[in-house]
């Protein structure tokens, strides 16, 4: 019933929604890329269309999390010949302002794909949205979600840090992070970087929408280890036919990850991504642990399988 309302609102959308204004409210990701690193992904800078293709709602959404390698999985699927990325993040399901300008607004952020070509969006902000579960189900009610995770509170660390680069790079006040964690000697449960990393609190969401089948977790922390069983998993779970393989990566010991090599070219994220983490004070830490342990088993439960987080 949710679905079919929402599904009612989006056709009221898609009726009376404002053309496509290009770029408009639209978070690019791309000024956090070297240049020239999407293979597949459309910049849609020129009028013609290769021959044969058109833009179409994704088949696949990358819905979170934030700094859980929401990039990093979608340049190593991009490597693949039948999946097309859209090069931005489009916030279409989690903004309000983005979601009333209607559905063909949102498509023809799409990028042309063939096809036999199957397109991809990614947009992190959705796994934590409590409108986007409805919102996409309104949509395409069985559309296959990607959602990749990590240690939570190192992904609360890393969260910290992306914010305290961005704000020392635009001459901003920063603050230690154990001042952020913890307030009056507890453990400041109001700062969202802890909330991202609740993920039994959104997956509950999500579940009230789709079933589990139709949610492939990505283990964020293996990605990062050993790449290539983890895209093959994702392969199998998009019905992709198998193109990924291991010759497509290397490990780069200047940045301490791996890097990806296709169509003869070697391309790494952007600087931005993998800086190294401030040491957190270890009782700060501990606390933000034990208070996330609890949460950590719920959502083991939740989604019948567990991980190797602390």
């Not at 088949?59 to 700094?67: E, F, Q, T």
């Not at 079933?211 to 977790?217: D, G, R, S, V, Y």
Request: aromatic share 10%; net charge neutral.
């Amino acid at each position: 019933m949710a679905c079919f309302l929402a599904s009612a609102f989006l056709l009221v959308l898609q009726t009376y929604a404002a053309p496509p204004e290009a770029g408009f409210g639209i978070t690019l990701d791309t000024v956090d890329l070297d240049t020239g690193l999407l293979v597949n992904v459309s910049g849609d800078v020129t009028t013609s269309p290769p021959p044969g293709t058109s833009k179409r709602a994704p088949h696949s959404i990358i819905i979170g999390v934030r700094k859980g390698g929401t990039r990093a999985l979608l340049e190593m699927l991009d490597i693949h010949p039948e999946v097309a990325a859209a090069a931005t993040e489009v916030h279409f399901f989690d903004w309000d302002e983005n979601y009333a300008k209607g559905f063909e607004w949102y498509r023809e952020l799409m990028p042309y794909s063939y096809p036999h070509q199957i397109t991809i969006e990614k947009t992190p902000g959705y796994f934590t949205s409590a409108l986007a579960p409805e919102r996409i189900c309104a949509m395409n009610s069985s559309i296959k979600l990607l959602l990749i995770l990590r240690d939570p509170a190192e992904r609360v660390i890393s969260d910290y840090t992306q914010v305290y680069f961005n704000r020392l790079e635009n001459h901003k006040p920063v603050q230690a992070i154990e001042n952020l964690l913890v307030r009056n000697g507890a453990l400041n449960m109001r700062y969202k970087a802890i909330q991202r990393s609740l993920y039994d609190v959104h997956m509950r969401n999500w579940l009230r929408h789709f079933p589990l089948e139709q949610i492939h977790i990505v283990d964020g922390d293996a990605l990062i280890r050993d790449p290539l069983p983890e895209l093959q998993r994702v392969e199998r779970f998009l019905n992709l036919p198998p193109r990924i393989v291991s010759t497509n990566f290397y490990f780069n010991q200047t940045k301490g990850f791996y890097c990806i090599r296709s169509d003869g070219r070697e391309r790494c994220l952007h600087e931005s991504k993998g800086r190294p983490h401030p040491a957190v004070n270890s009782t700060v830490l501990q606390q933000l642990r034990s208070y996330l342990q609890e949460h950590n088993r719920t959502f083991f439960r939740l989604v019948k399988r567990t991980f190797d987080w602390q």
